[in-house]
Nanobody, 113 residues
Framework: QVQLVESGGGLVQPGGSLRLSCVASGFTFRNYFMSWYRQAPGKERELVAS????????NYADSVKGRFTISRDNAKKTVYLQMNSLKPEDTAVYYCKAQLGVWGQGTQVTVSS
């Protein structure tokens, strides 16, 4: 069964940090490009960051450049999103996606004082 399971979301104050994880199963993780998306209430889902299969190339939305870092551990079949200097506008449900078209269930991130 092809599956992605996110974790690590929660409530954090502005300026704080969170690390999201997404564990894959049911497919050859190391062969696939992976991405993190987010969707805020009333807004469309947007691409936050992506990483190539080897982890050698990453890309970020302008809104998170310099604050978020995507990484992966192919041995653990896991992709991460380290989020620093969080802002209230980062509040959203965060989803990971595999290139083969599979989405995780999402994890809520709320940035509020």
């Amino acid at each position: 069964q092809v599956q992605l399971v996110e974790s690590g979301g929660g409530l954090v104050q502005p300026g704080g940090s969170l690390r999201l994880s997404c564990v894959a199963s049911g497919f050859t993780f190391r062969n696939y490009f992976m991405s993190w998306y987010r969707q805020a209430p009333g807004k469309e889902r947007e691409l936050v960051a992506s990483i190539t299969a080897s982890g050698g190339v990453t890309n970020y939305a302008d809104s998170v450049k310099g604050r978020f870092t995507i990484s992966r551990d192919n041995a653990k079949k896991t992709v991460y999103l380290q989020m620093n200097s969080l802002k209230p506008e980062d509040t959203a449900v965060y989803y990971c996606k595999a290139q083969l078209g599979v989405w995780g269930q999402g994890t809520q991130v709320t940035v509020s004082s």
